[in-house]
DNA sequence: CATGAATGAGCATTCATTCAT
DNA sequence: GATGAATGAATGCTCATTCAT
């Protein structure tokens, strides 16, 4: 059964990267369910074996890929021991630009997707199924930071640096990402310069 | 024959104001035009008396609503004489988030459908069909204040402001925008700071 | 009043003309009333005023056209003393034929809308009220020319007539008219001696 | 799989039918999809998975009842060593006569969309995929007998004998089919001589 | 399990016709 | 009489969803 368990598996992950890849280029409702099975090599009915209907699939896609995105930042940092909690940030920073200049379509995907209250319910398995706050605030206490209005601070950051990205990666708009990376590491530390005590 | 200039003007807003509320609250691509004539009380066909298609109202709405707005912002200095530079852009600020917090579906419309393109195509009628960056750029030289980079703060500076205001205003999220108020001006100015020469 | 209805008439003429142009052009659903009013340089309501809907402006507009053609092929012989029937038919024929040639619209639209039942209903007022056919019978007689079943080789030679004049004027099928002139004089000779008794 | 595919081709073939009978009744632009598939039994919707769209099925239309016509008009002749070539077009000209006369909704459709350009395109796949000129073309010189200007011999004989099978069959205009046939077959020989060398 | 044929609600758009001005 | 704004029925077509095979 092993075998049959995996062939689903398989399945479904083939029509969640066709969804992906449609739902980035397309938009929702622009993706027909014909689209996604086409691309899968499918069935048009057998997406429904798979999915209860359209949105389930956008939901199971972007909680895999918030998932998959933290986890890597959190990995970016790397040996953290010499490094001030300022470093770290732009160690993340720096990780999650470059990740999104390879892969525009996940930051597209993520950017279009990503909620405020999902980011709180993402849980990363690999670290005792904390939430990226929740690490974040872990480093900060092994640093000996504090901030007030945690909360606040982060939700300006993400929202500052995904839509400098999208908008500098995907559109050159205002200007390239080179340009725009130097300012942005910058107006990142301002704004937790502006919210440490 | 006014009446009757008078009268297609009236049905014509009546669209627009529907279709406004409808874009707002379930995108462009849920609202049919069936819901925007119903909303208006008028028949299906009516609508195309007054708009090509469905993308033609919006980009009308767009650029009404933009340039209302900006012109708006652009009042709210009042007397400039004994402001720094930092006191006027305050001023607007608070201006916008008050305007925001009265009509949260402007608010809505605007974070949704204004892009980068649409900003700088805008011109104030008012002030002598000046770009709204053209109008702070006047504003800064008599000031004697100067800026590297303009445009990327400008951009980031406006995408920090309309996210900010559409979470906190729309959804209280991260927090209630009394909460936010003061750190987005805070925010500001220290990305204005960033920026300055 | 004469006034009034002369301008009445004008009205109907420019809405008549209209229509026949488009009909020919464009066929019958394929041509709105819009379309014809707008080329008439009146408003798509003026229609209703002078004919109950699309389908009777086009009866009167066949009406209108078969007298007139007819009336002219009967002009058309001349001083018919000198000749045979058979030379009176020719020249009709080719009457008809260049009459065609100048005007293909009124080619198409009588070959679109011509039946044989109106062409029974046709009524020259120049010539006593007769129908063409008692015109032809009368020609005929005075001709000492005696046929069977008359309306049979009449329906023969002016179906011949028409299809080949139409494909060949308007789309030079199967060949140009040049071509087919001389073989269309034949084969309407070979048809009447087929039915002269 | 055999029998999906039969039920398939039932349907398209119920569709087709449906199709035919309304587009000779109400022609083209008259008969909607909707009246399509109701007639045939089914949902709007399934029209559009057998074709593209109306014109499609009016093409497919055409093209199988054309090969049919004329591959039976072929087979009409049966043992030709002993005829004439009038004798053989006599006989063609009868069995289609029978056939329209059996099969009305035929005539209506064939002579409404069979154009000249058509006809040149038509292949009979029993016949060495050779159009019906060529075929009367082989046949021609079979008996030894020679035309000029064939192909407008072909047209006018084949206009004469639609349009008077059309009007005498389907409206006994000017007269029925019985009176009709002996003047048709007449006037076809008499078209033949004339283009004889 | 997988398929894809079938369904029918839903949409954008057109246009004949009415009617208030 | 003339206008053209308003109507809403009608049409071609799409697509999410179901279900028999």
Known sequence: MGRVEEKKKLKKDALMNSAFLLFTQKGLSETTVLDITKKANMAKGTFYLYFK??????????KSYSVAIFNEARL???DETKLT???CIHKILDGLINKFIENPDLLRFIDKNLSWGLIQEIRIADADNKTPFEILGDLAERKGVKFRDENLMYYMVIEMVSTMC???ILDK????????RPELHQVVERIINQFTT
Do not use: T, Y
């Open 173 to 180: 708009i205002p200007a390239d990402i080179c340009v725009v």
């Open 76 to 78: 970016e940092i790397g």
């Open 166 to 168: 999208h908008s500098s």
């Open 53 to 62: 209907d359209k949105s389930e699939i956008r939901d199971e896609l972007i």
């Open 85 to 87: 909690f300022q470093e």
